[in-house]
């Protein structure tokens, strides 16, 4: 595969993090809210503290498997595409090498190269690698964009742990009346966070980001918590 160009020279790019980035900060928020909303659904059906502690490490346990597999088998697919549009490409080059580079031309033209330059980027870039230039220019294939399923799933399980640890760890230091209230302030407070260190990565905007996971993630676990004490409530 070609080097990207943030590689060649130095340069940050917030498109090269794309990965990893997307996949590691959705696995944490989903084990900081789905741990978080687990715990306090079942605090709020007043169980005991053991039993909001056995439904966290549970939560974060099957969490970060099942992250992990969808994860891997979802980015495999992709991979699977890539590939099969690899190797379409490289028997076409083999096939008409000519054609390809008429291709090649007509996609530098496309973007606002007079004829004869395109030419000479075309033949130019194929004396460095003629399958790659056309994976990067025709099907956007490049080093920063290419699936890699091994990396994705480790990102998600990795990072639903330890999103998933925060809520555990806060109800293990609270007293039990509290432990509704300290889940969620903390889960809220993380959840800020997270959103804002996700933004910052990619270059977004924080505020949006900041308000998006707060909301959402406020609205799961009063969803939870209602849940857990209607159960309450009916089986008392």
Same mark, same amino acid.
């Given at each position: 595969?070609?080097?990207?160009?943030?590689?060649?020279?130095? /340069?940050?790019?917030?498109?090269?993090?794309?990965? @990893?980035?997307?996949? #590691?900060?959705?696995?944490?928020?989903?084990?900081?809210?789905?741990?978080?909303?687990?715990?306090?659904?079942?605090?709020?059906?007043?169980? *005991?503290?053991?039993?909001?502690?056995?439904? %966290?490490? *549970?939560?974060?346990?099957?969490?970060?498997? $099942?992250?992990?597999? %969808? /994860?891997? &088998?979802? &980015?495999?697919?992709?991979?699977?595409?890539?590939? =099969?549009?690899?190797?379409? /490409?490289?028997?076409?080059?083999? #096939?008409?090498? /000519?054609?390809?580079?008429?291709?090649?031309? =007509?996609?530098?033209?496309?973007?606002?190269?007079?004829?004869?330059?395109?030419?000479?980027?075309?033949?130019?870039?194929?004396?460095?690698?003629?399958?790659?230039?056309?994976?990067?220019?025709?099907? %956007?294939?490049?080093?920063?964009?290419?699936?890699?399923?091994?990396?994705?799933?480790?990102?998600? $399980?990795?990072?639903?742990?330890?999103?998933?640890?925060?809520?555990?760890?806060? &109800?293990?230091?609270? #007293?039990? *009346?509290?432990?509704? @209230?300290?889940?969620?302030?903390?889960?809220?407070? $993380? !959840? #800020? !966070?997270?959103?804002?260190?996700? *933004?910052?990565?990619?270059?977004?905007?924080?505020?949006?980001?900041?308000?998006?996971?707060?909301?959402?993630?406020?609205?799961?676990?009063?969803?939870?918590?209602?849940?857990?004490?209607?159960?309450? &409530?009916?089986? %008392?």
């Amino acid at each position: 595969m070609p080097t990207s160009h943030s590689a060649a020279h130095g /340069e940050a790019h917030f498109l090269t993090r794309i990965g @990893w980035l997307r996949a #590691a900060v959705l696995g944490a928020n989903d084990g900081l809210l789905s741990t978080s909303s687990l715990m306090v659904g079942v605090a709020a059906a007043a169980a *005991a503290p053991g039993q909001i502690i056995l439904t %966290g490490v *549970a939560g974060i346990a099957a969490g970060a498997m $099942a992250m992990a597999a %969808g /994860e891997y &088998v979802s &980015v495999s697919s992709q991979a699977d595409s890539e590939n =099969a549009d690899i190797e379409r /490409e490289r028997r076409e080059h083999l #096939a008409d090498p /000519e054609y390809e580079r008429r291709e090649l031309v =007509a996609i530098y033209v496309d973007r606002g190269l007079p004829h004869p330059l395109a030419e000479q980027v075309a033949d130019a870039l194929s004396e460095n690698g003629a399958l790659e230039a056309h994976l990067r220019d025709e099907l %956007g294939i490049s080093d920063h964009s290419i699936a890699r399923p091994a990396q994705a799933a480790i990102a998600s $399980a990795a990072s639903f742990v330890t999103g998933g640890i925060v809520p555990l760890l806060t &109800v293990l230091l609270v #007293a039990e *009346a509290s432990a509704i @209230w300290a889940i969620s302030a903390v889960a809220i407070f $993380a !959840l #800020a !966070l997270l959103g804002a260190a996700g *933004a910052k990565a990619g270059g977004a905007p924080l505020a949006a980001a900041i308000v998006r996971v707060v909301l959402f993630g406020s609205l799961a676990m009063a969803t939870t918590a209602g849940v857990g004490r209607i159960f309450h &409530v009916a089986a %008392g």
